[in-house]
Nanobody, 123 residues
Framework: QVQLVESGGGLVQAGGSLRLSCAASGRAVSDYGMGWFRQAPGKERVFVARISRRFEITSYADFVKGRFTISRDNAKNTVYLQMNSLSPEDTAVYYC????????????????WGQGTQVTVSS
């Protein structure tokens, strides 16, 4: 099992940008499909983005397409989520996760989770 730690969250104004990092240890991120999820207060944890381990194929939830970009740096053993054009609806705790399955977009398909980092977007 890979250990994951998120960072980079904070307070940002609407329309602004933020870059989240997910540092892995114990195992290489290149051995897993990696994803980002988010959970707003009183809401379910939902899929945001994923990147595959073989060819870095990416997939995004409809509500972030064109605004968010997921990437991976194997040398740094880190996964990133670049978030642009942020709105208050993006306010949530953002989680990094790893899976041995290909094309996973559901929470139960991921086995490794970070503790999350808070993102708050003010209007």
């Amino acid at each position: 099992q890979v250990q994951l730690v998120e960072s980079g969250g904070g307070l940002v104004q609407a329309g602004g940008s933020l870059r989240l990092s997910c540092a892995a240890s114990g195992r290489a991120v290149s051995d897993y499909g990696m994803g980002w999820f988010r959970q707003a207060p009183g809401k379910e944890r939902v899929f945001v983005a994923r990147i595959s381990r073989r060819f870095e194929i990416t997939s995004y939830a409809d509500f972030v397409k064109g605004r968010f970009t997921i990437s991976r740096d194997n040398a740094k053993n880190t996964v990133y989520l670049q978030m642009n054009s942020l709105s208050p609806e993006d306010t949530a705790v953002y989680y990094c996760a790893g899976t041995e399955l290909y094309g996973a977009t559901l929470r139960h398909q991921y086995d490794s989770w970070g503790q999350g980092t808070q993102v708050t977007v003010s209007s």
